[in-house]
């Protein structure tokens, strides 16, 4: 006998992300959602928000959502130095 899957039990089918696209928009956005820096900084979700909060992610509130400024971020990274070299 087979047995069906019902809606509630499927898993959400996302597209994939792409490490590049996180990194083309570190280099070319003025700023990112917290989710996305801490994806950056391979740190989950929460901990970026964690760390937002105690001021390790630096943020500023746009509106009612965080956003992560890329300029500390790339600097952060260590990606300011590799793109004056």
């Known amino acids: ?4 899957v019902s809606a509630a039990r499927r898993p959400r089918s996302r597209p994939p992300r792409s490490k590049g696209s ?8 003025a700023t990112v959602d917290v989710a996305l820096a801490g994806r950056l900084l391979g ?8 760390a937002r909060e105690v001021g390790d992610i630096p943020s500023i509130k746009v509106g009612g959502q965080y956003r992560v ?5 790339r600097e952060k990274l260590g990606l300011n130095q590799q793109a004056a070299a």
């Open 69 to 73: 400024p890329t300029a500390p971020l």
């Open 1 to 4: 006998m087979q047995e069906t």
């Open 43 to 50: 740190i989950g979700k929460n901990a970026a928000y964690r």
């Open 22 to 29: 996180d990194l083309e928009q570190l280099l070319t956005k």
